[in-house]
């Protein structure tokens, strides 16, 4: 384990964050509308249409997206490639803030928001939704567990409270210390777990639409929505970690990590090639191409899926020249995360329809507001953690 | 980050014997459907569309009093569903059909749960809200409600309302069957009860579907030879019998097979005593403990 | 002249008399109102049997019997049963003009469409011997009392385009007894009163608000005193105690 990670050592206030700040208040004030004049009041959903932006967004993608976290862990830890050991921590996270915030956004979407925990003593084992929250709920400790170690490592030792708290600093010293060396020792079984779980919930948010094979368009509807949904997954898992790499170390001005991104995106040809092999698959097997030309919004969404979420970034990919340039890999790994977006999308919004009363459905003011205001605190908070403990790699040589 | 070797055999022997443990192959996925339940007969020739189902069940479901109680022309005119103030309706549709005047013949038909036999909503809740009760009936338990919503998704007949304006503490709304009145001796559904034609025929599901196959059968040309909900989604406690198709009313065309049934067949085939998991886990832990070894035993050898 | 004029204050004299009599007579009721009502209310015993048969043949039967109208005895009477009453009792019950029907169809089978199989029973027997309480499990198929009314009536009345097919057209709505609904203070005044009926009937308010009743305005040359005001009315200047 070569590599360092430190705190970044940058201004915090740029016009960027002012920005993030600015949708962050909008969204708070669509949270409030929410909380007091209920969903109705903010949101376009109705009978016919119980979920929209926040179940598509906020949820289903943001589960997605965060496929990063357990994607690079396997990689790593599991398989033994510790030369990716440095994107596995802001993967982690991407991950673990991803999580957070699909937890939110749940919170704001179901209508008894306090009930959350009802199904964890209520059990349906019969249900999808069942499986989802359990290992979302674990899962989100878990990460929270394999993130602690970062804490203690920025902090054990030197934990010092302002003021009146300064009696609790033997307390919360000892805490970190006791939980870093048992979690030293237990590691393997949340980076397993971590897995594990999330092969059971990413796969297991495509079956949630199964039970509805009226609602959903037969260009999503299939009996293996599970599967396209874990394999989309695993295939999101390293682009995101280009993304999201490539954007902090150009906004932030660091190294780019080329070295370790252009294998990753290796990988990523066999992956994607999994999940479009059995889109492709699935689409000829059940006839259901003969809908591509008939010229509805939803097919038009599933070609720009299709075409643009998985054929081009595969093709390109495979050109080494795209492989190694940074805006190359950048701009597939771009269109294969837009694409997984679009798929979840389409899946929850574009192509389910109320076949006896559904007057189409567009997410109101209030729906993008929250949804926007929780990426971008998210952002924000991503920002404070870099900027204070040792997530990122640390610069080699910090150009001027 | 230590990887220990007794600890890991530990977990895997766990892990292993719960795996062995199970059943071979998972059991064959079975309707859940109550032997002996109430049904109701909705004969759509017989509906004179007064909508005294609708006064009634608000009545009996302590509901606002129905949309212009009296009114039976200019409501007709829009065509409502099942909300969270009413959990049935009466529409009417014009079919084409014509009376001896050459006048438009309305064919009124009521809406309200089709309270399922295999229902996709009872098996879509995730902390068993919503049950299937003896009776037939769907129940729904608000105190397990988390307001998910994913019951209204599954629904095929789009019944589940929700109180959208209720910011803390929205309930799902649907009709219930009635329940606590049909599970008492000779009690009926308040809409069964006033409705004056007996448009609405209520008994156990088993009397009243072959009631409804005699109809069909003693007035050859009235009918459409089908009971809709005999076996859509695999069989509905409320039929409907009809002289226009079907799809003319609004009752969407569905398949025969339950619902529930693919997805609950992933889920336990898959899940049942976690194999899968535990599976997946042991494997996953066998390759990390073998790449882990391989590459600690240079940095051993180093000295490290 | 003077026997006219004799006739017809005898004729008044008895007028007054006869109205002074109804008038005296406080509970006077209509006999075969009477006789109607407690018709209505006997629960005859249920026909279990009937005999099966065609429509055409059934006219036949009725005919070859030598039934006609002559045979109606019952000119009049009320379709209520307390078999409805046990479920609900939302209106009043239907007045029936047996023998005018029977008159005007000319086809008894029309409503007596079948028999009962006892060849010893009446040719035509009373809908509630066969139609009694909705949904009876031993006879699944045999519609109640109520479903039997209203079937018969509105089809028929809308065949043949006769005779009213909407509630109240053959029902008074049951109005409940005020009674206990209105609750006033011994010698309440007028504005009381009015405060109280509005406190149900707040919508008939507002409605009387908008009709020309209230809104009425113009000449009013009966009203002593406003004989010659030409905008008279109650909106304007007469008295709206409510």
Redesign the interface.
């Known amino acids: 384990m070569e590599h360092k990670a430190s705190p970044l050592n940058k201004k915090f206030w740029t016009p960027g964050v002012l920005v993030m700040l600015v949708f962050m208040i909008a969204g708070a004030i669509a949270i409030i509308a929410r909380f007091t004049g209920g969903i109705g009041y903010v949101t376009n959903l109705s009978n016919a249409r119980p979920w929209g932006l926040w179940v598509g967004v906020d949820v289903a993608t943001g589960v997605a997206l965060a496929a990063g976290g357990f994607t690079t862990a396997a990689l790593a830890h599991i398989f033994g490639r510790h030369y990716y050991e440095p994107v596995t921590r802001p993967a982690l996270l991407t991950a673990a803030l991803g999580y957070t915030f699909v937890v939110i956004g749940l919170l704001i979407d179901i209508g008894r928001s306090w009930a959350i925990w009802k199904p964890m003593f209520y059990w349906n084992t019969n249900s999808v939704l069942f499986e989802v929250a359990v290992c979302v709920a674990i899962y989100l400790n878990v990460l929270y567990f394999e993130f602690l170690p970062i804490v203690a490592e920025q902090f054990k030792g030197r934990v010092n409270l302002p003021g009146i708290m300064a009696v609790f600093n033997p307390l919360i010293e000892m805490i970190l210390k006791i939980g870093d060396a048992i979690l030293d020792k237990t590691m393997w079984i949340f980076i397993i777990l971590g897995v594990v779980l999330s092969c059971m919930h990413q796969s297991s948010l495509g079956s949630l639409m199964l039970v509805a094979p009226t609602k959903l368009h037969p260009l999503w509807y299939t009996p293996i929505l599970p599967l396209l949904f874990l394999t989309s997954a695993f295939a999101v898992g390293y682009p995101m970690v280009v993304f999201e790499t490539t954007i902090i170390t150009s906004s932030l001005k660091l190294d780019s990590e080329m070295n370790i991104l252009a294998p990753l995106t290796r990988i990523t040809i066999f992956l994607l090639g999994i999940y479009m092999f059995l889109k492709f698959g699935d689409m000829f097997v059940r006839g259901t191409y003969i809908y591509l030309l008939d010229g509805t919004y939803q097919t038009n969404s599933f070609i720009i899926e299709m075409l643009l979420g998985i054929m081009v970034p595969w093709i390109m990919l495979l050109f080494e020249k795209v492989r190694n340039s940074r805006k190359g890999v950048f701009t597939a790994a771009s269109l294969i995360i837009g694409g997984v977006v679009i798929n979840r999308i389409n899946v929850f919004i574009v192509g389910y329809k109320s076949p006896l009363s559904d007057n189409g459905y567009f997410p109101a003011p209030g729906e993008i507001f929250v949804t926007l205001g929780l990426i971008a605190t998210l952002m924000f908070i991503y920002r404070i953690i870099v900027t204070y403990l040792p997530v990122l790699q640390a610069p080699k040589e910090v150009s001027p | 980050m230590q990887f220990s070797r007794r600890n890991f055999f530990k977990f895997m022997g766990v892990a292993g014997a719960s795996v062995a443990a199970l059943p071979s192959s998972a059991r064959a996925w079975k309707s859940k459907a109550p032997p002996d339940s109430y049904g109701c007969l909705v004969d759509l020739t017989r509906c004179v569309g007064c909508r005294k189902c609708e006064e009634a069940c608000s009545e009996v479901n302590k509901l606002p009093a129905p949309e212009r109680a009296d009114c039976q022309c200019t409501i007709f005119d829009r065509k409502r569903r099942p909300d969270d103030k009413a959990y049935t309706v009466v529409n009417r549709y014009f079919t084409g059909k014509l009376d001896q005047f050459d006048n438009p013949l309305p064919t009124y038909a009521k809406v309200q749960c089709m309270h399922c036999q295999d229902p996709s909503c009872v098996s879509a809740c995730l902390a068993g809200a919503l049950t299937k009760d003896e009776t037939g009936a769907v129940k729904y338990d608000v105190s397990r409600c988390i307001g998910c919503r994913y019951c209204m998704v599954a629904c095929p007949f789009e019944i589940p309302a929700y109180e959208y304006h209720n910011p803390i503490t929205p309930k799902v709304m649907k009709c219930t069957f009635c329940y606590d009145r049909i599970s008492e001796q000779g009690g009926l559904p308040g809409c069964a009860t006033i409705c004056p034609t007996e448009a609405l025929t209520f008994g156990k599901r088993k009397t009243i579907l072959k009631v409804a196959q005699k109809r069909l059968k003693e007035n050859p040309g009235k009918y459409i030879d089908y009971v809709y909900g005999e076996k859509e989604v695999g069989g509905t406690s409320w039929l409907y019998i009809s002289s226009v198709p079907f799809e003319k009313v609004n009752l969407p065309a569905l398949p025969n097979k339950p619902l529930p049934k693919l997805s609950e067949t992933i889920q336990h085939s898959l899940f049942s005593y976690l194999w899968s998991p535990l599976a997946l886990f042991g494997v996953l832990g066998a390759v990390m403990y073998k790449s882990n070894k391989v590459q600690e035993e240079p940095q051993n050898k180093g000295g490290a | 002249m003077k026997i006219k004029m004799v006739r017809k204050i005898i004729f008044l004299a008895g007028l007054v008399i006869l109205a002074t009599a109804l008038c005296m007579a406080e509970v006077w009721k209509a006999p075969d109102q009477e006789k109607a009502r407690e018709k209505a209310k006997k629960i005859v015993p249920f026909i279990k049997e009937y005999k099966d048969d065609c429509k055409i043949n059934r006219k036949i039967c009725l005919m070859d019997a030598g039934i006609s109208i002559k045979d109606v005895k019952d000119v009049y009477f009320l379709l209520d049963s307390p078999i409805i009453k046990k479920?609900?009792d939302?209106y009043e019950p239907v007045r029936f003009a047996h023998k005018r029907h029977a008159a005007l169809i000319q086809d008894c089978s029309m409503c007596h469409h079948y028999r009962p199989k006892d060849e010893n029973a009446l040719e035509t027997t009373r809908c509630s011997a066969c139609h009694q309480d909705?949904?009876n499990?031993d006879h699944?198929?045999r519609?109640?009392i109520?479903?039997a009314y209203?079937?018969q009536c509105?089809k028929c009345h809308?065949?043949e385009?006769k005779g009213p097919?909407?509630?109240k057209g053959c029902h008074l709505q049951k109005v409940p007894d005020h009674k206990d609904l209105v609750k006033l203070p011994d010698n309440a005044d007028p504005f009381q009163v009015t405060a109280e009926c509005l406190r149900c009937h707040d919508t008939q308010g507002e409605d009387m608000l908008k009709t020309a009743h209230w809104l009425w305005k113009g000449p009013s040359p009966y009203t002593t005193g406003h004989r010659k005001d030409i905008m008279h009315g109650k909106g304007t200047t007469a008295l709206n105690n409510y």
């Open positions: 479920r609900e939302h909705s949904f499990p699944p198929e519609i109640g109520k479903a209203h079937q509105v809308t065949a385009a097919v909407d509630c």
